[in-house]
């Protein structure tokens, strides 16, 4: 660990939390002001004022659970509300099918998962508003907090270059040494905003209802890419920033720009020589970005957000692969650098 | 020891000379007594704020010239006869003085007897004679 | 132990040479002053003897080895220019000294910045050139270490912190420790330093004790009564490195013997001749800008 790069870390970590805090903080007041919304009774009585005629029973199950039934004789549709209060809601909701609900399937958001089957004319519409959060979903917006944070830690060894080498060099450790101590203190920094953020939004998820996550299959994998990807990332940022140190400031904040316009060009379409050259090159160029190896691919027929399990080993092995390049490349310069 | 040791780094005279010059002085006038210790070599380097070798240099002439004794352990001391130089440090002083009064006399040309009657005057202004 | 030896040190940058075969054997427990005009190689040389810069050609030993990390145990450096970070507190590099090096005294520290005035909890962004000079300074000394290199370690500060530097400098001097630096401050330099190196454009011009140095180099001046003499065979003596004529008056800038010259110039017919003594200054401004020498050596005559 390096004393001073600590000390940047720690400062950009507390701005991390000041930001998480902040939306903590709205998570409260949202969770406040639609706490009027959370319970069926309001449901029931939108009903009751939209169709006069509709009959609402409430039960209490064996268990305890409040079960409230909404019979609305007139279109043919009765709705089922379990509340499970805290642990969430069940609801049951059969209607006549029409051709919004022509065949069957499941959508989930978040935690919300809606199973929506067909039996003859009838559809019968289950909603759990408590499955089971798949830890992808933590780990896409740890992702992009730890993205930001790497991105702007990653020049540690270029803000030693603008000024301070003669403090730096003088030290009884090697220069290889060095490298790696700051580096190392970078790594812990991303992953601890990694990780300050999936717990800052774990929390604000309980506000609303108990939270369970699923750690199994792809969620494992989305947690193990979730931290390499962003380490690949801050070690090619750094590779550059200390080959570019004079203009570091100008590498960090052209990074994402240049990465995404990159990107774009990688789509154009190759109607001509010139798309196909330009296209060929941006392809050859963002082989060279470790973020291009992690792929969301579209929902699948379940409608579950994932990427392919199949090529995961490879992908994973390319972001160790651009980390140890990249940091080897960086640590290469910095040994050969002057005062 | 009194503050009586200056030394000029400016001046073209090497600092260990000066302070040579000026321990010898102050023993021939009796500011500093026989026997009487000096500041160790680092102490008075510290006070002058010169180069401690340049202050043991100093010592090593004067004790070669048997102004001072130094014993290991114990410091420097002003050696008991010291004093008895006293004389022939104000001799050699006030020669010193006097061949660079006469050289720059020279230098500008004056005739002997000029600077005789220019030595006349001096000397009834700095010993004047009591008036019979 | 802790001599140094620079043997044939060469630096370019860019094809230009910033230090041009320059030798030095910095014997230990000596204070060596460094001097030379701007852009003479000093600082230079400083970063090639710390590894801050890789010599293109010529070695640097440190009591007959290489440099070393571990080495940097026993060296202090003081650098020209600030290095502090601008955004950490003076309390902040003082515990990355301590986490740095197992020799640093941060009561000493303390202690230091204290005599100089400087406030801990400031942000080294708050304070002048001279208090940054200050801190860096006493980060330095607070630690026991056998080699200190300062380069210019007086920039910036007032009449009574240089004089503190200079103190701290014979303090360690007086503990038997090697002190390196280099000075635009001839006055410190003659107080302090029992050694010196007058480097210009690269190359080794003078070196020496300083009070050898002073004791042997002088000028002789003599007055001819009319402009028509010679001094072939005194000018021709290796001992005068420099002849200064203007119309009737002669000055030789002799490196040793200057009675017996100042007796041939007398033998060759000139009157009024005289031995002054040159102080540090003298003999730098001679070294290296010897037109600006001529006109400002102060006339004192020597005593010898």
Not at chain 3, 189 to 211: N, Q, T
């Amino acid at each position: 660990m390096n004393y001073v790069e600590w000390l940047r870390v720690r400062n950009l970590l507390r701005v991390v939390l000041i930001i998480l805090g902040i939306l903590l903080v709205l998570a409260v007041v949202l969770r406040v002001s639609v706490a009027r919304y959370m319970s069926p009774d309001v449901w029931v009585h939108q009903a009751l004022m939209n169709h006069p005629g509709v009959k609402v029973t409430n039960v209490t199950l064996p268990d305890g659970t409040p079960r409230t039934i909404i019979d609305d004789p007139a279109e043919s549709t009765r709705a089922v509300i379990d509340d499970h209060g805290y642990k969430g809601k069940r609801i049951v909701i059969t209607e006549p099918s029409s051709r919004a609900h022509e065949e069957n399937s499941q959508v989930n958001v978040g935690s919300i998962q809606v199973f929506e089957t067909r039996n003859g004319k009838m559809t019968t519409t289950v909603i759990d508003t408590n499955g089971a959060v798949p830890m992808i979903y933590y780990m896409l917006l740890a992702d992009i907090v730890a993205v930001i944070v790497a991105t702007i830690l990653a020049a540690p060894l270029a803000r030693e270059i603008d000024g301070h080498l003669e403090v730096t060099l003088t030290k009884p450790i090697s220069r290889v040494r060095y490298a790696l101590e700051v580096i190392g203190t970078d790594a812990v920094g991303i992953v601890a905003a990694s990780f300050l953020t999936v717990v800052v939004f774990y929390i604000c998820q309980l506000l609303f209802e108990s939270a369970r996550l699923d750690f199994s299959g792809v969620n494992a994998r989305a947690i193990v890419m979730g931290l390499a990807c962003p380490m690949a990332w801050y070690a090619m940022l750094c590779a550059a920033t200390t080959w570019l140190h004079r203009s570091y400031v100008a590498v960090l904040g052209f990074a994402w720009p240049i990465v995404l316009f990159i990107g774009v060009l990688t789509l154009i379409p190759t109607h001509n020589v010139v798309a196909l050259f330009v296209h060929d090159v941006a392809w050859v160029l963002s082989r060279l970005n470790p973020l291009t190896y992690v792929s969301f691919a579209e929902p699948n027929e379940h409608g579950l957000l994932t990427y392919t399990s199949a090529g995961f080993a490879q992908r994973l092995s390319m972001q160790i692969l651009f980390f140890v390049a990249y940091g080897a490349l960086a640590i290469w310069k910095w040994q050969r650098v002057e005062a | 020891m009194p503050a009586v040791l200056t030394v000029d780094p400016r001046s073209g005279v090497p600092i260990y000379l000066q302070i040579i010059e000026q321990i010898r002085r102050s023993v021939a006038l009796g500011v500093l007594q026989a026997g009487e210790q000096l500041p160790t070599v680092k102490q008075l380097a510290i006070d002058l704020t010169v180069n401690p070798n340049t202050v043991a240099r100093a010592y090593r002439e004067l004790e070669r010239d048997r102004v001072i004794e130094t014993s290991p352990g114990r410091g420097s001391f002003v050696r008991p006869d010291g004093s008895a130089e006293a004389p022939k440090v104000g001799a050699e002083i006030g020669r010193g003085a006097l061949d660079v009064a006469l050289r720059e006399a020279k230098s500008v040309g004056l005739t002997r007897n000029e600077v005789r009657d220019l030595f006349e005057a001096g000397l009834e202004r700095w010993f004047p004679t009591e008036a019979a | 132990m802790s001599t140094i030896t620079i043997s044939n040190l060469r630096k370019l940058y860019g094809g230009v040479p910033a230090v041009d075969g320059f030798s030095l054997e910095i014997p230990e427990a000596t204070v060596f002053g460094l001097l030379g005009p701007n852009g003479a190689g000093k600082t230079t040389t400083f970063k090639c003897m710390l590894d801050l810069a890789r010599p293109s050609s010529g070695s640097i030993l440190y009591d007959g080895k290489p440099l070393a990390p571990e080495t940097f145990e026993r060296i202090a450096y003081v650098p020209e220019r600030s290095v502090l970070y601008e955004w950490m507190t003076v309390d902040e590099h003082v515990e990355m000294t301590r986490r740095a090096f197992t020799s640093f005294d941060p009561a000493r520290a303390y202690e230091l910045l204290a005599q100089f005035n400087v406030d801990p909890h400031k942000r080294a962004r708050a304070l002048s050139k001279g208090m940054k000079t200050a801190v860096m300074v006493a980060l330095a000394f607070a630690r026991n270490v056998n080699i200190m290199i300062l380069d210019e370690p007086t920039g910036g500060l007032d009449p009574v912190n240089q004089r503190h530097v200079l103190s701290l400098m014979i303090n360690e001097a007086a503990k038997g420790n090697t002190v390196i630096f280099s000075s635009h401050q001839i006055g410190q330099v003659e107080r302090a330093a029992e050694r010196i190196a007058v480097m210009d454009r690269g190359r080794l011009i003078l070196e020496g004790l300083v009070d050898d140095l002073k004791a042997d180099r002088k000028i002789v001046e003599g007055i001819f009564p009319d402009v028509s003499f010679t001094l072939d065979g005194i000018a021709n003596d290796a001992r005068v490195a420099r002849t200064d004529r203007t119309e009737r008056i002669v000055r030789l800038l002799v490196t040793a013997g200057a009675d017996e010259i100042a007796a041939h110039l007398s033998a060759a017919g000139a009157v009024g001749v005289r031995v002054l003594d040159l102080n540090l200054e003298d003999i730098f401004l001679y070294a290296v800008s010897p037109a600006t020498a001529t006109a400002d050596v102060v006339a004192k005559e020597s005593s010898t």
